[in-house]
């Protein structure tokens, strides 16, 4: 008997929904998108409304295929992809492959992964909604436009590296950030003084507590700050006020896409893809709602379900109803905020899944909750020698409410957490017993720099981007290397403290604070500035934030059947277009270069600019033929912008060779992947962030013996040393040529012989059945992949062209092919390829006699 066929777009998904249905239904993953627009013409017809050319990429041919079988043989074909546009627009290509009528096929959707949603789906379906489709369409139509003609642009009037691209959300991402950085590097710092005295009173139980109080705003310049603590020497201090106010607070609405990202940054230090990817694995093994939504809305079966959760937990004078709205116009209403699918569950079984589990369901529950209750006390007190008054501020706990679990993260914007402490009880007319006054020097702080978290706050706020593009657009500008996340070291800065002791003396004295560190700050790279800068003036509609919210609009509007695709589309791309061709004709090339000066010794420009391989000085010009310019690498914490001419000038001590050691020569320099020691003709990684012009040759021994002792065997494998290291990719251990990495699990630092033969016969394994054919010499091997065999030439992967003698090249076929013959389906895929490869091998050659004939000078 025939079933029916229920397609959902991932395998977890699919097990967890089979078991909910039972036998009359066969659930199957398609692995999300089945098709894509074509590479060709961009897959777009330009002359017939923008209409789109989609393929079943090779990939996806497979999946595919196994569907149409299945859908032949089912009893009907029902699509439930998830319920966002992206779902939508899969069950529609669904429906396009299998020719299914999308007017009459099956759609269902649910919000969770649950026995009654999934059964009450099912009972209501309904059909394709082509306006989401649409626009959906339309934001993939609209990107790849901006995307395919756009990043050609750059590679011509940039060029610095191919893989340049621009994007409509993610430029305008780049640019919120190399703005913020600008900001930085710009602000002014200004000090003033804060006043700040101690004073002492018994609380209610007699026992004397000393509290803070503050002074009457800033006071920019020392010597006032000096004037105010002598007038106040032999000063009574009288309590001429007493306000004891209720104050509240309330509880966050439950959790969203964005305030999710957020969060789950600030609480538990995950990216957002981090944050994306569990939140996906605890949806589709049912455990909590759909995770891609804007809305603040609850049902009301959750509703019931947290409010017999919090009374049976906590106490009815605990709950509190509450209904939350959306302030975004635009949030999807029907739909949920991510919560919990079963309120009694408080907890999941693995750690990550826990953690982002246990954050969601304290949300949820707290937004039901009652207000925590205050009671702030401001107390006036009176300085007798002056005219001027002094404020104490406490605040004490009446009622927990909310705040019992849960209580929402800042980010650095929102400024310092409230620091009133809980005061003394005092009365109008108590004399205080004074203990010290305290002007300390404060200095302003520029905005800080942008989370994954706070930018995708930002990129909320602005309306640009929707749920479903937070972390895809997060990881494209750190891929292409417009933007880099990263930890900045703080510096020492000296602060003045003047205090006022009680016996009226005045003492000054100088303390050291370490400012400006930051962790885990996105951090804008050269090659992201001279881009956005190039964006900017050029293309000023695409990078305008007001402009790129309004597009996000017109796809709201195509999703609610307000405004047809192509017209959006159309008004979008014609002044577009034009634009892109008067920039390539008219644009001057981006040089992204800042002049510095001149070289004192010989009045050579310097020069820092972006080069092939990033952001770099140069000394000399480069197109002048009797002068040879001289290039260093920039560090990891320089920048083009703000790189001083004495830094770019200590930059070419490098190579720095600092003597011979056991008959080798010792050098440090700064390579591609960061600072080393070259020991002969070993090269050994210096720990990231140290300068390698403070490594002396006592450092340099060191680094040289730490390597030794890393390399000492460990262990042998027929009869041939087993060694172990860390490398760009972790811990991994070598045995002749096969680096293998150690996975978790093992602990690498006592690895035993066991251990070692263990992964050694595993990756002989698998390097066995990797290779059918294998020129180490050409570089060249034919491979066995996923999706059959395929021809690795270098780092590129090419299909196996041509037919063998049954139509396609059997595995007894490839295994006797010859190396011309592979070399012809090379040439096939990559003409030039071994004209290129010869004339690289010439360069290369030319390069490392130019380095051994530098060193020996430098020798010398």
């Known amino acids: 008997m025939s079933k029916n066929l229920l397609i959902v777009e991932s395998p977890a998904k699919a097990k967890t929904i089979e078991k909910i249905l039972g036998n009359d239904f066969e659930v199957k993953s398609c692995y999300g998108h089945i098709r894509d627009l074509e590479k060709d013409d961009m897959g777009i017809d330009l002359n017939n409304n923008y209409q789109p050319r989609y393929k079943v990429p090779e990939e996806k041919q497979k999946v595919v295929k196994e569907l149409k079988q299945l859908a032949k043989k089912a009893k009907e074909v029902w699509l439930a992809s998830d319920e966002d546009r992206e779902g939508e627009s899969i069950s529609w290509h669904l429906a396009e492959e299998l020719g299914l009528d999308p007017k009459s096929t099956k759609r269902i959707v649910f919000h969770e992964i649950t026995a009654p949603a999934i059964r009450k789906a099912v009972q209501n379906p309904r059909f394709i909604n082509m306006d989401l489709v649409n626009a959906q369409q339309a934001r993939r139509v609209l990107d790849r436009l901006v995307g395919f003609e756009l990043s050609p642009v750059l590679w011509r009037k940039i060029g610095m590296q191919r893989s340049l691209s621009a994007g409509r959300v993610q430029s305008v991402a780049v640019r919120l950030v190399v703005e913020r950085e600008r900001e930085i590097n710009n602000f002014a710092t200004e000090s003033s003084y804060k006043i700040e005295p101690l004073f002492s009173a018994n609380d209610i139980n007699g026992k004397q507590v000393t509290f803070k109080a503050e002074g009457p705003g800033k006071i920019l310049q020392q010597e006032f700050a000096l004037q105010f603590l002598e007038s106040c020497k032999d000063a009574e201090y009288k309590v001429t006020d007493v306000t004891v106010k209720p104050a509240k607070r309330s509880p966050a609405a439950p959790f969203t896409t964005s305030t999710l990202q957020q969060e789950a940054s600030r609480k538990l230090g995950y990216s957002v893809s981090k944050t994306m990817l569990i939140a996906q694995r605890l949806y589709e093994s049912g455990k909590i709602t759909y995770m891609r939504t804007d809305s603040i809305n609850l049902s009301e079966t959750a509703m019931n379900a ?454 050694i016969e595993k990756k002989l394994e698998k390097e066995a059945n990797r290779y059918i054919q294998h020129w180490p010499s050409e570089k060249i091997s034919i491979e066995n992949g996923r999706w059959g065999p395929f021809i690795k030439f270098g780092k590129k992967m090419l299909k196996v062209v041509g037919k063998g003698e049954k139509g396609k090249y059997t595995a007894e076929e490839l295994s006797t092919i010859s190396l011309d013959e592979v070399k012809k389906m090379i040439e096939a895929q990559v003409p030039g390829a071994f004209s290129k490869k010869a004339a690289a091998k010439k360069t290369a050659a030319k390069k490392t006699a130019a380095k051994k004939t530098a060193s020996k000078k430098a020798v010398s």
Not at 352 to 375: K, N, P, V
Not at 515 to 528: C, I, Q, R, V
Not at 670 to 692: A, C, K, Q
């Open 306 to 759: 947290i409010q017999a959760e919090i009374k049976s937990s906590y106490g009815d004078k605990y709950y509190q109803a509450r209904e939350y709205k959306n302030k975004n116009a635009s949030a999807q209403e029907a739909h949920e905020a991510i919560r919990p699918t079963y309120m009694e569950n408080h907890s999941v079984d693995d750690e990550e899944g826990r953690r982002l589990y246990e954050l969601i369901w304290r949300r949820t529950i707290a937004s039901q909750m009652a207000d925590a209750a205050f009671e702030k006390t401001i107390a006036k007190i009176n300085i007798s020698t002056n005219r001027d008054n002094l404020t104490a501020t406490g605040e004490v706990m009446k009622f927990d409410g909310f705040l019992k679990v849960y209580n929402e993260g800042k980010d650095d914007e929102d400024g310092e957490e409230d620091g009133e402490g809980v005061l003394p009880p005092l009365r109008v007319a108590q004399v205080l017993d004074f203990r010290e006054m305290r002007a300390t020097q404060r200095f302003t702080r520029p905005a800080p720099r942008y989370t994954e978290a706070s930018l995708v706050k930002k990129l909320e706020e602005l309306g640009i981007g929707r749920p479903s593009t937070y972390a895809p657009t997060i990881t494209t500008i750190m891929k292409r290397n417009y933007v880099e996340k990263r930890d900045k070291e703080g510096v020492k800065r000296e602060v003045n403290v003047l205090k006022l002791k009680k016996d009226n003396s005045v003492q000054k004295e100088v303390v050291v604070e370490n400012t400006g560190a930051e962790k885990s700050k996105l951090f804008p790279t050269d090659l992201g500035m001279v881009v956005t800068d190039f964006l900017k003036q050029h293309f000023k509609s695409v990078m305008d934030y007001g402009f790129t919210a309004q597009i996000e609009e017109e796809f709201d509007e195509i999703a609610d059947g307000k405004m047809k695709w192509s017209n959006m589309i159309d008004g979008f791309y014609k002044p577009f277009h034009n634009n892109i061709e008067i920039t390539l004709e008219t644009a001057e090339r981006a040089k992204g270069e800042r002049i510095l000066g001149a070289e004192a010794e010989t009045g050579k420009r310097v020069v820092a600019r972006m080069g092939r391989f990033g952001p770099m000085v140069q000394i000399g010009e480069s197109n002048v033929e009797e002068e040879k310019p001289r290039f260093a690498k920039l560090k990891a914490d320089q920048s083009i912008e703000t790189i001083t001419m004495d830094e770019a000038m200590e930059l070419f001590k490098l190579p720095l060779v600092l003597g011979e050691y056991e008959g080798k020569e010792v050098a440090v320099n700064v390579g591609r992947f960061g600072p080393y020691v070259r020991w002969g003709d070993e090269f050994i990684s210096l720990p990231r962030g140290e300068d390698p012009l403070t490594v002396d040759m006592e450092r340099a021994i060191e680094v040289i013996g730490g390597k030794q002792v890393a390399d000492a065997p460990i262990g042998m494998y027929e009869d041939k040393p087993v060694t172990k290291g860390k490398g760009r990719f972790g811990p991994f251990i070598k045995w002749q040529d096969l680096f293998i990495n150690v996975p978790k699990g093992y602990n690498f630092d006592e690895l035993t012989q066991k251990d070692c033969e263990q992964l």
